[in-house]
């Protein structure tokens, strides 16, 4: 499963901006690790380098060197939702006449196919199938004498999930839209504002957090800062995934530390499914705490099962078919003379397709533990996402087409207990009605319309 992208962007002048955001986007680098940017702006012109590959891949010393403004923004990204064209690197910079702006975005823009027809229709001419070129399009297109005229006119157009950042070489821009789909949190650092997906970037680089960027606000960030909020007509949707998998543990999401929400959907777990067993594992790394938090209410030890290579899926070299075919083995390894012989609670985050489960199951079998208890902090999987999850189309995801006892029996596994629904809720303590919870009880905050083999989501162009 991937998420889409990390975002943040800075205005601090007399700071290193730059570096900064470099900094910032290894703190990001787990919501995406097929391309890295960053633009920067030295009030005259806007100036951006972003390429393919890890943040470390990408950015020498030079190229921060030559970056020299008083705020930037990067981004670090998977391919967008359901495409499966490699990512477009982003920020994207458009100009127009005396206008010019870089975007970086997370998330998906559901009418984002009419507005690009709607401006091919005007003659503009695109290079990308991206959100970010329809979105930077749009805004330097708008109507609008300023800044917040153009910007606040061509997000009221956008339909679906977002969290922006706009880099223009007078300021840098926040949004986030009106149902709060993605994080956006705002800090301060030495007299500057910084904005970031997760919190945690703000603690790689010393900022301070302030609150998270409202959903519908848009922030003006210069020496002072101002705000415009749209209006929001429909219900909040924050993405309960963030709190499952996405986010990093140490990062604060809707008020609550991950961490502590995981630790509680663990706990959850174990009031639920218990089962005699001698050992807790936890999948790494997102279902660590979760393992961690089964293990205490629980009263069976954790331990770590296994242990994960965390450059596997990193690099450019594809494996040959024999390394393909070992599959799991690439990623994961059990500490075998640990679990020979052992009843085993197995802890993990989710279930999408079924494909690594069972790998891992066996995995752990063939390392000798003489039973696998499966326990999944997320409910069953059963709906696609419309809103920028790269998850899996309605007929891939195996809770859509099997039972439980049917999922168990695929598995192999010896038992399988799913979190409840108002158990995950309770967990991740945040008010039902602000979470979207659509991938497993259907309730999309968008009218939907399932396909056999994809979800389109049904969107007013105008």
Known sequence: MHESCGIFGVFAPGLDTARLVFFALFALQHRGQECAGIAVSDANDIHVRADPGLVAQVFTEGDLAALKGSSAVGHTCYSTCNSRRPATPQPVVERNGIWSAAVAHNGNITNASALRAEMESTGQQFRSDSDAEIIAKLIVTSHGATWKDKVSHALRRLQGAYSIVVLTPEMLIAARDPMGVRPLSLGSLDGGLVVASETCAFDHIGATYLRDVRPGETLFL????????????????????????????????????????????????????????????????????????????????????????????????????????????????????????????????????????????????????????????????????ALGVDMASEWELIAARMSVPEILEHLGADSL?????????????????????????????????????????????S
Do not use: W
């Open 222 to 385: 210069t020496t002072e800062m101002s705000s415009l909020q749209l209006s929001r007509n429909g219900r909040r949707a924050f993405c309960v995934f963030e709190h499952i998998y996405f986010a990093r543990p140490d990062s604060t999401i809707e008020g609550r530390l991950v961490y502590e929400a995981r630790l509680a959907m663990g706990a959850k777990l174990a009031e639920e499914h218990p089962v005699d067993a001698d050992l807790v594992v936890g999948v790494p790394d997102s279902a660590t705490a979760a393992a961690i938090g089964y293990a205490r209410a629980s009263g069976i030890p954790y331990r770590e099962g296994l242990l994960k290579n965390r450059y596997v899926g990193r690099t450019f070299i594809a494996p040959d078919q024999r390394l393909r075919d070992l599959g799991v083995q690439l990623k994961f390894n059990p500490l075998a003379s640990l679990i020979k012989g052992k009843r085993l609670v197995v802890v993990d985050d989710s279930i999408v397709r079924g494909t690594t489960t069972p790998r891992v199951v066996n995995l752990l079998k063939q390392a000798g533990a003489s039973e696998v208890h499966l326990r999944i902090c997320a409910p069953p999987l059963k709906h696609p996402c």
């Open 417 to 461: 207990g799913y979190s409840s629904l108002s158990g995950l809720v309770e967990a991740v303590g945040v008010p039902r009605d602000v979470l979207c919870l659509a991938c497993c009880d259907g309730n999309y905050p968008l009218p939907v319309q399932i396909g056999l083999s994809q979800l389109a989501v049904a969107s007013d162009p």
